[in-house]
T-cell receptor, first 113, second 118 residues
């Protein structure tokens, strides 16, 4: 399973764009990249998932370079409610035989007023 | 549609005791995964159940066992509790990607059960 490395913490101000980068140098050909958000005392919540290039949804964008050894989660115009821990996960999501999901330590984002 | 539900919310046990935690998956989901999350750390994968069988397992001792019922609900059992088992236990449900009807695979997490071992 590919190991991921993220910054431990980041600070931002309301209204700014936040970019969190995740390194996954050993990503395998069949691996996808997924980001989750977690608030205190709650379960993680799915944000976005991608395989290559750029993926965008109503919440965030995910940028994946051609070598796929890293990825960047972009949160546009953050608000105080975006203060949370963000996890980057890498793995093959297509199997029906079950697969492990490995969370790293995550990035603690603190948004200030 | 109720999402993933877990019971109980909180639990206090004594070292050496046994505990059973329960999870009901999101409606229509057939795969259940369990995670242990210690304070300040990311969730650690315990195991995953699909079609009532344990399909994948993380690095947890045999004291951790589980079960999935025909209605897809699941139980996590922990025997001979240790102080280090104190954590938030999370359950997540999902569908295989080819059945999800979407282009992505998503796990839906419950609120967790906070287990304290004294």
């Amino acid at each position: 399973l590919a190991k991921t490395t993220q910054p431990i913490s980041m600070d931002s101000y309301e209204g700014q764009e936040v970019n969190i980068t995740c390194s996954h140098n050993n990503i395998a050909t069949n691996d996808y990249i997924t980001w989750y958000q977690q608030f205190p005392s709650q379960g993680p919540r799915f944000i976005i998932q991608g395989y290559k290039t750029k993926v965008t949804n109503e919440v965030a964008s995910l940028f994946i370079p051609a070598d796929r050894k890293s990825s960047t989660l972009s949160l546009p115009r953050v608000s105080l409610s975006d203060t949370a821990v963000y996890y980057c996960l890498v793995g093959d999501i297509r199997g029906t035989g079950g697969f492990k999901t490995i969370f790293g330590a995550g990035t603690r984002l603190f948004v200030k007023a | 549609d109720a999402g993933v539900t877990q019971s109980p919310t909180h639990l206090i046990k004594t070292r050496g005791q046994q505990v059973t935690l329960r999870c009901s998956p999101k409606s229509g989901h057939d795969t259940v995964s369990w995670y242990q999350q210690a304070l300040g750390q990311g969730p650690q994968f315990i195991f995953q159940y699909y079609e009532e069988e344990e399909r994948q397992r993380g690095n947890f001792p045999d004291r951790f066992s589980g079960h999935q019922f025909p209605n897809y609900s699941s139980e996590l059992n922990v025997n001979a509790l240790l102080l280090g088992d104190s954590a938030l236990y999370l359950c997540a449900s999902s569908l295989p990607l080819h059945m999800s009807g979407t282009a992505y695979y998503e796990q839906y997490f419950g609120p967790g059960t906070r287990l304290t071992v004294t």
